[in-house]
Every structure is written in structure tokens, then in C-alpha cells.
């Protein structure tokens, strides 16, 4: 989430451009005797979805649409692009606008900026190479990357879980104030990361949770190192290939969208104001890099939200179900993706876009939902808001709030602790 306005200094833009909806809620710290993930062998033994799957039935498909309908009002955003994909079949809608100026409408197939639903595709590759014996989670960061205050008891592991103490960069005032006035600028990932160090530790590695963009994109430099590819290679060829994902993009310091696309609003950044939010289609995402600046389809993003949750496709079964046992007990956040009551995934913003990718692992189902807008809207205390604001509900990002609304159209209600 982000609080930002005319003269306004925000020291929150890690929530909100991490994707963080979700981790921020999720503290990490419960142990209750029931896991997230009640059997996650069952999980990992079940198939991969057909290529082509039937329509779901009429009175489901007509609950879902009255839930995005319903729900959609009360969203600060101009469109929604949402699905669901079950054993039985597939649904999906657009509804609202691609572009308020000229009237285009919000189309199925667009492609947005999925923000930081990149990191568990980081994740999923860092396992894969645990799996391959290239590295260990329990390798220590400073046998990679040098520099970093307690590189030499920091593992691959806390990172991924968030547990290693080192600042998010995008809660740097250094980063903030730059980013902030330009919009524009392209970073390199050791920038990214210096921006983190002078305010580092903020704990002992493995003491405590925080949600931190800093880790992602140092172990998209782990895997740069250890593969000696470049990092878009190896997403396209560790993930995308092997799950068909024709229309998953790795844009690094490309501020181009793939056609089609909507155009994305928010209230980041100088200019923004809640009368006039700023179109940051084509902001720079290289900031976001490991952490946050991946693009991708609803179709796309239904076939890999599947895949994340029972690995097929991606990662052998013992390494998933490690995966599925990471999370804190009842919920938490685990080894790169997030778990409330079975539901594993991410949230996804970027300036101008905000994206759900779930998976019910108690269902089989996947839901996905995607923005064209980052705007929070309903109680939202300090937060900037747009002057049509709903009140007497929670707040939430448009994706969420969408999300939650099918969530319990399909009858598991997706609440947080």
C-alpha cells in the first residue's frame, strides 16, 4: 500500500511497489498445529491442467461475474481482467476501461506489469537449482555477493523467506527520493542493493520477518552468477518454456509493453495528485528487476499459478512439497510466495498495475486477477485516495479487492489473519 500527495513524504513505497498486500499482513512469527497446506503431498500428486478446458458450468460462471460486478465499484481502478480455472473448467471477463482517454475497453489477453508475482518465478528457479546441486538455501549470501552486512550468516533460504534482516532499498530515503523525482531512471541490481546497505541489519538474520525487495533481487544475482546467463534467459527457458508461457515478458530496463495493453494510473510519484493520478504505463521497471518487474497475461498467469502450487512442470515433488511446508503456522509467508488458510501466492504492484495470483490448494483452482491502477481504496487512514473514495469497507488494492470478492463466490473466502 502506498500514502502519497501533494507535498506528502512517503516512506511506505516498499508495501505497495513489493506486492507486498499480502507479506506486509503476513508477520511470520504463528505456530498453531494446523499447517497451511493441510496435505501437500496430495498436491504434488495431482495433473497438469488440460491444454484446453471446457467453459465452467453457466451458474457458476453467472456467480463469478455478479462477485466482479459487485465488487468492481467499490475498486479504484479503470479495468479488470480476471479468471478462474478449476478441474471442471475455465472462466474469464473484462470489464472497464483500457484507457479512459480514448474509451478502449479492458480486453482478456492484455498485458500488464505483474510487480512482485516475479518473485515467486525467482523462487521457483532458485529451488530448481537447489534441486540441480548448483547451490544450497543454506549456502550464506556473502559467497556470492560481497559487501553485505552479515553476508557471511545471511542464507539463500532467509532470503527467500524474508527473514534476513537486510532493509528493503525501496525504503531507502536515497532510492525513494530519486525514484520519486524521475521515474524514468534505470538501475543495475547492485545499485538497487547499495541503497539497502547504510541501513542494514534491521535485525539478526533469521530472527524476524520483513518484507524485503533487497532479497529477491540479490538471489536474481545468485542466479545470474551460478547460471552465468543472464536472467531473462533464464526464466524463459526454465519457466516459460516448460509451461508454454507465450505471453510472459521480461522487460528489464524495456519501459515497451507488448500490444496489447491497458494503461496503468497511480499515485506514486511528484506529479500524482488525487484529482489527476499519473499514467505510469511506461515508467522504467528495471528498479523493480527480480522483485517486481515481470509482465504477463491472465491466460499465462492461470497456467503458472496452477504449476506453482502442485510444481508440476517446475520442480520435483519432494522440493514442492518443502515449498508448501515453508510457511509459518496458520499462515505466513514461506520460500518466495505467500499461504492464508491453502491459498498460496503472490499480490503483484507496480506503479500503474496491481495483480493476484492464487492457488487453492484445497480446490485445485487458480485465480487470477489483474488492474490497470495501484490506487487502494476504502479506509485507508493516511493513505492517498481518489476523491470518489468508498468508505465503510477495508482497504484494499483493486486486484485484492476483486479477489476477494471471488474468492468467496467460490465458497473459500480468502481472509487474512
Not at 137 to 155: F, H, K, Q
Not at 228 to 245: C, D, K, M, N, S
Not at 291 to 316: H, I, N, P
Request: glycine fraction near 12%.
Amino acid at each position: 500500500m502506498l500514502s502519497i500527495g501533494p507535498g506528502v513524504s512517503v516512506r511506505q513505497f516498499s508495501q505497495a511497489v513489493a506486492g507486498a498486500a499480502l507479506a506486509t499482513l503476513l508477520t511470520g512469527g504463528m505456530a498453531l498445529a494446523e499447517a497451511c497446506v493441510a496435505d501437500p503431498v496430495a498436491v504434488t500428486a495431482r495433473p497438469a491442467a488440460p491444454s484446453r478446458l471446457p467453459p465452467l458450468p453457466a451458474e457458476q460462471a453467472a456467480a463469478l461475474e455478479a462477485a466482479v460486478r459487485a465488487a468492481f465499484p467499490e475498486a479504484a481502478t479503470p479495468g479488470i481482467i480476471a479468471g478462474v480455472m478449476t478441474p471442471e473448467g475455465i472462466w474469464t471477463g473484462a470489464w472497464g476501461e483500457a484507457d479512459p482517454d480514448s474509451g478502449a475497453p479492458m480486453e482478456v489477453g492484455m498485458h500488464t506489469r505483474i510487480g512482485s508475482v516475479t518473485k515467486t518465478f525467482t523462487g521457483t528457479v532458485l529451488l530448481q537449482l537447489a534441486e540441480d546441486g548448483a547451490l544450497s538455501l543454506d549456502d550464506p549470501i556473502g559467497r556470492y555477493v560481497e559487501g553485505l552486512p552479515n553476508g557471511d550468516s545471511i542464507t539463500l533460504r532467509q532470503l527467500a523467506t524474508m527473514t534476513s534482516g537486510l532493509l528493503s532499498y525501496t525504503r531507502a530515503d536515497a532510492f525513494l527520493d530519486r525514484f520519486f523525482e524521475d521515474p524514468t531512471l534505470t538501475y543495475t541490481p547492485a545499485e538497487l542493493v547499495e541503497f539497502a546497505v547504510p541501513g542494514s541489519p534491521i535485525f539478526a538474520p533469521g530472527a524476524e520477518f520483513d518484507y524485503s525487495n533487497t532479497n529477491t533481487v540479490l538471489l536474481g544475482m545468485v542466479i545470474e552468477q551460478v547460471t552465468g546467463q543472464p536472467i531473462g534467459e533464464v526464466f524463459a527457458e526454465r519457466v516459460f518454456a516448460p509451461l508454454g508461457l507465450g505471453g510472459t515478458f521480461w522487460p528489464g530496463a524495456e519501459t515497451a509493453l507488448p500490444e496489447p495493453f491497458p494503461q496503468g494510473f497511480t499515485l506514486q510519484g511528484n506529479a500524482a495528485t488525487p484529482e489527476a493520478p499519473s499514467n505510469a504505463t511506461h515508467w522504467n521497471p528495471s528498479w523493480g528487476w527480480t522483485a517486481g518487474g515481470m509482465v504477463s497475461t491472465l491466460g499465462d498467469l492461470l497456467v503458472y499459478g496452477q504449476a506453482l502450487g502442485t510444481g508440476r512442470g517446475l520442480l520435483g515433488p519432494e522440493t514442492q512439497q518443502e515449498r508448501l511446508r515453508s510457511f509459518p503456522e496458520p499462515a505466513g509467508y514461506g520460500l518466495a510466495m505467500g499461504c492464508v488458510d491453502g491459498w498460496i501466492g503472490h499480490t503483484g504492484e507496480l506503479p500503474g498495475y496491481n495483480t493476484t495470483v492464487f492457488y487453492d490448494t484445497t480446490t485445485d483452482t487458480t485465480v487470477v486477477v489483474q488492474a490497470n491502477s495501484d490506487i487502494p481504496s476504502g479506509d485507508c487512514g493516511d493513505e492517498a485516495v481518489l476523491p470518489d473514495n468508498p468508505t465503510g469497507i477495508v482497504c484494499a488494492s483493486p486486484a485484492s479487492r476483486v479477489f476477494g470478492a471471488l474468492s468467496e463466490a467460490l465458497g473459500h473466502p480468502f481472509a487474512m489473519p
